[in-house]
């Protein structure tokens, strides 16, 4: 993992990142509620951004 870039204040974490996405995909409502988690994971691997949870494989 990298750093966080504190000097930034426009910087936002990978965490920060998935909750912002999250967030809004629940708030347009298109999503069930039981696949958030996962449609958030494809949604920021298709902006380039991959997440890999510890000791398991990648998203996909």
């Known amino acids: 993992p ?3 870039e504190l000097t930034q204040s426009n ?3 990978t ?3 998935f909750v912002e996405e999250y967030n809004e995909l629940k708030e347009e409502g298109n999503i069930e509620e039981d696949r958030l988690f996962e449609e958030t994971g494809k949604a920021l691997l298709a902006k380039g951004i991959i997440l890999q949870r510890r000791g398991a494989e ?3």
């Open 2 to 4: 990298k750093p966080f």
């Open 11 to 13: 910087f936002k974490s």
């Open 15 to 17: 965490c920060q990142r």
């Open 58 to 60: 990648k998203v996909s």
